[in-house]
Protein backbone atom coordinates (compact mmCIF):
# COMPACT_ATOMS: atom_id res chain seq x y z
CA UNK A 1 0.00 0.00 0.00
CA UNK A 2 1.45 3.60 -1.18
CA UNK A 3 0.19 6.78 0.02
CA UNK A 4 1.07 10.07 -2.49
CA UNK A 5 1.30 13.58 -1.33
CA UNK A 6 -2.80 14.32 -1.36
CA UNK A 7 -3.21 11.48 1.21
CA UNK A 8 -4.68 8.78 -1.11
CA UNK A 9 -3.95 5.15 -0.73
CA UNK A 10 -3.39 2.85 -3.55
CA UNK A 11 -4.61 -0.26 -2.72
CA UNK A 12 -3.55 -3.44 -5.09
CA UNK A 13 -6.13 -6.97 -4.67
CA UNK A 14 -3.65 -7.89 -1.85
CA UNK A 15 -4.02 -4.68 0.53
CA UNK A 16 -7.49 -5.02 -0.25
CA UNK A 17 -7.88 -8.66 0.83
CA UNK A 18 -6.16 -6.94 4.29
CA UNK A 19 -9.45 -5.06 4.17
CA UNK A 20 -12.43 -6.65 3.18
CA UNK A 21 -13.31 -9.98 3.89
CA UNK A 22 -15.41 -10.27 0.42
CA UNK A 23 -13.33 -12.89 -2.12
CA UNK A 24 -13.86 -13.78 -5.30
CA UNK A 25 -16.30 -14.09 -7.35
CA UNK A 26 -18.18 -11.35 -5.13
CA UNK A 27 -15.17 -9.40 -4.66
CA UNK A 28 -15.73 -6.88 -7.75
CA UNK A 29 -13.32 -4.34 -7.59
CA UNK A 30 -9.01 -5.35 -8.80
CA UNK A 31 -7.61 -2.10 -7.14
CA UNK A 32 -8.28 1.17 -5.42
CA UNK A 33 -7.44 4.94 -4.48
CA UNK A 34 -8.58 6.17 -1.15
CA UNK A 35 -8.32 8.97 0.69
CA UNK A 36 -9.97 7.92 4.34
CA UNK A 37 -13.08 9.07 5.62
CA UNK A 38 -13.57 10.73 2.06
CA UNK A 39 -13.99 9.01 -1.46
CA UNK A 40 -12.74 5.87 -2.76
CA UNK A 41 -12.52 4.92 -6.44
CA UNK A 42 -11.30 1.66 -7.78
CA UNK A 43 -11.84 -0.37 -11.20
CA UNK A 44 -12.24 -3.81 -12.87
CA UNK A 45 -11.76 -4.89 -16.05
CA UNK A 46 -14.35 -7.36 -17.24
CA UNK A 47 -13.11 -10.33 -18.63
CA UNK A 48 -15.71 -12.10 -21.51
CA UNK A 49 -15.35 -15.53 -19.11
CA UNK A 50 -16.53 -13.84 -15.57
CA UNK A 51 -18.92 -16.56 -14.34
CA UNK A 52 -22.17 -13.80 -14.27
CA UNK A 53 -21.91 -13.21 -18.40
CA UNK A 54 -22.46 -16.76 -18.67
CA UNK A 55 -25.48 -16.53 -16.91
CA UNK A 56 -27.01 -12.69 -17.18
CA UNK A 57 -27.81 -13.36 -20.08
CA UNK A 58 -26.90 -16.23 -22.82
CA UNK A 59 -26.89 -14.42 -26.49
CA UNK A 60 -26.71 -10.75 -24.70
CA UNK A 61 -24.19 -11.01 -22.02
CA UNK A 62 -24.31 -7.67 -19.37
CA UNK A 63 -23.39 -6.72 -15.81
CA UNK A 64 -26.05 -7.81 -13.15
CA UNK A 65 -27.53 -4.38 -11.68
CA UNK A 66 -26.84 -6.34 -7.69
CA UNK A 67 -23.18 -6.93 -8.57
CA UNK A 68 -22.96 -4.00 -9.80
CA UNK A 69 -24.45 -2.60 -6.26
CA UNK A 70 -21.19 -4.90 -5.03
CA UNK A 71 -19.07 -3.35 -6.72
CA UNK A 72 -19.86 0.36 -5.09
CA UNK A 73 -20.51 -1.67 -1.56
CA UNK A 74 -16.68 -2.96 -2.26
CA UNK A 75 -15.45 0.81 -2.84
CA UNK A 76 -17.31 2.89 -0.03
CA UNK A 77 -15.98 0.09 2.61
CA UNK A 78 -12.59 1.06 1.67
CA UNK A 79 -13.56 4.08 2.56
CA UNK A 80 -14.57 3.72 5.82
CA UNK A 81 -12.69 0.57 6.57
CA UNK A 82 -8.77 2.66 5.96
CA UNK A 83 -9.68 4.74 8.64
CA UNK A 84 -7.75 4.38 11.77
CA UNK A 85 -9.00 1.81 14.04
CA UNK A 86 -11.38 0.67 11.65
CA UNK A 87 -9.28 -1.81 9.61
CA UNK A 88 -10.85 -5.14 11.32
CA UNK A 89 -14.01 -3.51 11.97
CA UNK A 90 -16.95 -5.49 10.09
CA UNK A 91 -19.57 -3.22 7.85
CA UNK A 92 -22.92 -3.67 5.99
CA UNK A 93 -25.10 -2.11 3.90
CA UNK A 94 -28.34 -1.04 5.88
CA UNK A 95 -30.23 1.03 3.07
CA UNK A 96 -30.06 2.02 -0.55
CA UNK A 97 -31.92 4.20 -2.44
CA UNK A 98 -32.10 6.24 -5.63
CA UNK A 99 -30.30 3.43 -7.39
CA UNK A 100 -30.40 4.41 -11.14
CA UNK A 101 -29.27 2.14 -13.75
CA UNK A 102 -28.33 3.94 -17.26
CA UNK A 103 -26.80 1.56 -19.43
CA UNK A 104 -25.94 -2.33 -19.68
CA UNK A 105 -22.00 -3.13 -18.67
CA UNK A 106 -20.59 -5.68 -21.03
CA UNK A 107 -18.04 -8.05 -21.17
CA UNK A 108 -14.52 -6.69 -22.02
CA UNK A 109 -15.32 -3.36 -20.03
CA UNK A 110 -13.43 -1.47 -17.91
CA UNK A 111 -15.50 -0.16 -15.08
CA UNK A 112 -14.08 2.76 -13.09
CA UNK A 113 -16.01 3.19 -9.65
CA UNK A 114 -16.30 5.83 -7.57
CA UNK A 115 -17.80 6.44 -3.85
CA UNK A 116 -17.90 9.81 -1.46
CA UNK A 117 -18.73 9.57 2.34
CA UNK A 118 -21.27 12.83 2.33
CA UNK A 119 -21.60 12.19 6.23
CA UNK A 120 -19.59 9.49 8.59
CA UNK A 121 -20.77 9.93 12.12
CA UNK A 122 -21.17 7.19 15.04
CA UNK A 123 -20.44 4.37 12.62
CA UNK A 124 -22.92 5.18 10.02
CA UNK A 125 -21.89 6.61 6.45
CA UNK A 126 -23.93 8.33 4.50
CA UNK A 127 -22.77 7.48 1.28
CA UNK A 128 -23.03 7.95 -2.49
CA UNK A 129 -21.93 5.93 -5.62
CA UNK A 130 -21.30 5.95 -9.28
CA UNK A 131 -19.69 3.31 -12.02
CA UNK A 132 -18.74 4.70 -15.56
CA UNK A 133 -17.51 2.73 -18.26
CA UNK A 134 -14.85 5.53 -19.63
CA UNK A 135 -16.60 9.16 -19.46
CA UNK A 136 -19.98 7.07 -19.43
CA UNK A 137 -22.33 6.95 -16.02
CA UNK A 138 -23.77 3.61 -16.13
CA UNK A 139 -25.29 3.70 -12.85
CA UNK A 140 -25.42 5.65 -9.14
CA UNK A 141 -26.94 5.10 -5.68
CA UNK A 142 -26.76 6.62 -2.33
CA UNK A 143 -26.17 3.94 0.25
CA UNK A 144 -25.64 3.81 4.49
CA UNK A 145 -22.72 1.70 5.26
CA UNK A 146 -22.56 0.80 8.97
CA UNK A 147 -19.41 -0.28 11.25
CA UNK A 148 -21.53 -3.06 13.00
CA UNK A 149 -19.01 -2.62 15.85
CA UNK A 150 -19.64 1.20 16.81
CA UNK A 151 -23.15 0.90 16.34
CA UNK A 152 -24.24 -2.29 18.63
CA UNK A 153 -22.03 -0.54 21.02
CA UNK A 154 -23.85 2.82 21.16
Given at each position: ???????F?Y??K??I?E????R?P?????E?Y??????????????E?????K????????????L????LF???A?A?KT??????????????????Y???I?P?EE?Y??????K?RR???F?????????E??????F??V???????L
Open positions: MKKNEDGLLNEDYYLKNPLLMINAVKPGEIATSKRVLKDEWFFCHFPGNPMMPGVQQEANTALIIDGNKDKTTNISAISKVKRRHLNIIKTYVEFGLGMKGEIYVATLCMDAEILVLDDVIS
